[in-house]
């Protein structure tokens, strides 16, 4: 038996773009906006770079001033699904062109593209 938030993220990622790793990766060398929605101590610890960290919780009331343009491409990326899929269908709601980097920062680092690792203190 599927979970309802299962069966809710499925829904939403019928009906926003995905893009692969090496996808978002052209992308963004062509102006797209990478977004992480994870959580601050998340992104310090390894995040795309340069990704702007917008948590997910915040998302809403920053977008705006992160991405001023809602015809700028936006990827959208968290750990692995959940939370990217959630806030890149609010961003199409709310009018902004965004798609999901499919499998999130894990599928970036399996295609071997570089990820920032801040040392630890």
């Known amino acids: 038996m599927m979970r309802r938030y299962d069966s809710y993220l499925e829904r939403l990622e019928n009906s926003i ?3 692969s790793a090496a996808e978002a990766q052209q992308s963004a ?3 797209a906006v990478l977004i992480d ?3 601050p101590d998340e992104f310090a610890a390894a995040h795309i770079p340069g ?3 917008l948590p997910r919780f915040r998302l809403e009331s920053r977008i705006e ?3 001023p343009d809602p015809q ?3 990827i959208v990326y968290c750990g692995s699904r ?3 899929t959630i806030a890149a269908a609010t961003l199409r709601e709310m009018g902004w062109d965004a798609a999901v980097l499919r499998g999130g920062l894990q599928a970036w680092e399996a ?3 570089p990820v920032k690792v801040e040392p630890s203190l």
Do not use: K, M, Q, T
């Open 51 to 53: 990704a702007i960290n």
């Open 82 to 84: 959940g939370r990217s």
């Open 17 to 19: 773009p995905h893009l």
């Open 72 to 74: 700028a491409r936006i």
């Open 65 to 67: 001033e992160v991405v």
């Open 29 to 31: 060398y062509h102006g």
């Open 37 to 39: 929605v994870r959580e």
């Open 111 to 113: 295609a071997g593209l």
